[in-house]
């Protein structure tokens, strides 16, 4: 399943939302060198219950907006 999420960074807390059909990813993390990527996928691989190696970000890895394919089992 592809999914959209927005990102923002810098937040004071790490939380997972959605808006319709878009999620909102808060991370505490800077979009320096992937770190927030990564926060990123691990709170979308929590709220789908499925482990970090099957979520992947498909396009906007230097964009806010992301593209994520979760892959399920």
Not at 5 to 20: A, M, R, Y
Not at 33 to 58: C, D, P
Not at 59 to 68: L, Y
Request: charged fraction near 30%; aromatic fraction near 6%.
């Amino acid at each position: 399943m592809k999914i959209q999420v927005k990102v923002k960074p810098g937040s004071k807390t790490e939380e997972l939302s959605h808006e319709g059909y878009s999620f909102i990813v808060k991370v505490k993390e800077p979009p320096k060198e992937g770190k927030a990527n990564q926060v990123v996928i691990k709170l979308v691989a929590e709220h789908f219950g499925v482990s970090q190696s099957q979520v992947r970000i498909l396009s906007g890895f230097r964009n806010r907006n992301k593209v994520i394919g979760v892959a399920e089992e």
